[in-house]
Nanobody, 126 residues
């Protein structure tokens, strides 16, 4: 397992942007073997996958509702992944979690995740 620490959440108005960060406490080589992902959970709803990135080859995957608005990226030297969120909507309001797992986790299946961060709250007002 790896320790994950998220930051960057906050409150914005609809149409605004936020950039979340997730730092992994692990060796650089170990980080390169991970799939890193973002999930979110709104009150009363199930946790859902947002986006993932294979650190080794930088392949990305997005949930359909996030395509075109969200961008996941990585900085291997900093062992950090980012989630840039644009054109935010009130329905994007949720706790956002950083996650790590083997390459299978890039399918955004939570069952493949081996490590979770504590989450960072994103609130979008209309």
């Amino acid at each position: 397992q790896v320790q994950l620490v998220e930051s960057g959440g906050g409150s914005v108005q609809a149409g605004g942007s936020l950039k979340l960060s997730c730092v992994a406490s692990t060796y650089t080589y170990t980080f390169s073997t991970y799939c890193m992902a973002w999930f979110r959970q709104a009150p009363g709803k199930e946790r859902e996958g947002v986006a993932s990135i294979n650190i080794w080859n930088a392949d990305t995957y997005y949930a359909d509702s996030m395509k075109g608005r969200f961008t996941i990226s990585q900085d291997n030297a900093k062992k950090t992944v980012y989630l840039e969120m644009n054109s935010l909507k009130p329905e994007d309001t949720a706790m956002y979690y950083c996650a790590a797992g083997p390459p299978a986790a890039c399918s955004l299946s939570s069952t493949s995740i081996t490590s979770w961060g504590q989450g960072t709250q994103v609130t979008v007002s209309s």
